[in-house]
């Protein structure tokens, strides 16, 4: 043998079997023909049903239970020994009562099922970016989408070698009582443990738990940052990449932005976008002073429907193989749908329930939450650079958020502590009542409301910090591709226009381009931001980056208000942007 596991991977293991008591342990290798097997199993049992062959190459189809079809927020706990180390923004227990608590519910939860023992990398085995895992679970579903979501293998045992340095994860279905169902993180013991849920986000534990809640903390410890980021590469006709990593609340067009595909002028130009990653990126300062980033999944987990030939056609190709679909509509000859892959729903199919579907009933076929686990490789905009063990630079970090009127379409800010500042006050608007109207705005800083491992204010304390670290930092800015007019129509195109956009900001990040210094931080002159074939004119880019002082004098008494929420530890940095943007717009 070629590895060897060490004593605290197996104790641990053995602590684990004892009490759930599962019929047998089978410890996973990441080889192919293991994971055939697993997958025959489960076409038995109907966990995983098979799909065509012909059409659809190695994917297989999963249906999650009624009850647990999304991430659980309410059940989702941060357990560090202080309530004041899990801040406002997260629940809390006790780690002693969570832990009683939670092994009452797996005492002998796997009779008569078998444990797998799941060992992962997040990231490159042997990259300095990189940490590994090991997950315990009675799910086949589980397994499966892991060797897809991170890199599986007994490789990862060397890279442990002999220490204690890995993420332990306990999961199990359990009962899927979703009155019982938990979604705990111990921070201060690298543990997870998920109980009760099928459901992928609750349960691929290298993800929103590991490489977001844990790794946060990790990051703050050890000097770098997790973050609910995509990663982009844009390639200019010269052949020179520039990379941007960017944070969206969810239903901001994240994926389509981390796929991008340019407009037809601009590829004929000879622009290429280059997806290295499309929801977490792992950064670092390299020794150069630049902000270095990783993505450290190996698949994408994306949401299903609205992604088609027309909005992503990228991410549509990367599911064509090898690929899970949970909760779609499931066609009588062994291929999937759903809303939004075309016009054309299926008239004789299943519904994600399970139940015959008529298109024509109002109901969507396909659960909204509904998901495809693909292999990034499958995508054809992959970067070269997605399994450079070193990561890429990154020269500009964007927030953006679904704002009808209040932020332009860009802006940057004036340096990196009032970016930080513009992180912190992102937000989204619910759904307006009535059209042209401003809806109520979600606060939804840095988009790591759900996913940040301890109190945001010191987690802003820390973005702060880093700034000494960072020589050579990046530009941040702010973008908004839902301006709308006053009959609630969208003033901007979106999807591969939003390059025009990123482009600007790569070019200020380069010193290359002027800007106007505004109230919110620098804005582009409406003549920098090319528009050639995009259908938006000159006047309406000019609305689109006007900025109005009473929403904006609203926007500063909604950001007192949220930042209330954190009393002291509010850094003093963004007490000061805040009073400083309230001076400026007068
Ligand atoms: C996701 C999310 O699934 O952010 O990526 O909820
Ligand atoms: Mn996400």
Partial sequence: MAYSINHHIT?????????????????????????????????????????????????????????DVARVEARTFICCEKQEDAGPTNNWMAPAEMKAKLRD????????????????????????????GIELTDSIYVVVSMAIMTRVGTEIYKGIGESADFIKGLHSKAELDAEKRYIVHFPEENYIMSVNSGYGGNVLLGKKCFALRIASVLGRNEGWMAEHMLILGVENPQGEVRYVCGAFPSACGKTNLAMLIPPQAWREKGWKCWCVGDDIAWLRPGPDGRLWAVNPENGFFGVAPGTGAKTNPNALEATKKNTIFTNVVLKPDGTVWWEGMDKNPPTDALNWKGEPWDPASGEPGAHPNSRFTAPAVNCPCISDKFNDPQGVPISAIVFGGRRAKTAPLVYQSRDWGHGVFVGSIMGSEKTAAAEGTVGETRRDPMAMLPFCGYHMADYWQHWLDMEKLITNPPIICNVNWFRTDDEGHFLWPGFGDNLRVIEWVLRRAFGEVDARETALGYEPYAKDIDLEGSGVDEATLEELLSVDPELWRQEVAGIREFYAKFGDKLPQRLRDELDALEKRIG
């Fill in 105 to 132: 519910i797996y005492d002998g939860c796997m009779k008569g099922r078998t444990m797998y023992v799941i060992p992962y990398a997040m990231g490159i085995v042997g990259s300095p970016f990189a940490k590994y």
């Fill in 11 to 67: 104790d641990w293991v053995e602590k684990c079997r004892a009490l759930l008591q599962p019929d047998q342990v089978v410890w996973i290798d990441g080889s192919e023909a293991q994971l055939e097997q697993l997958r025959n199993e489960a076409f038995l049992t109907g966990e995983l049903i098979r799909l065509n062959e012909e059409k659809l190459p190695g994917c297989v189809y999963h249906r999650s239970a009624l009850n």
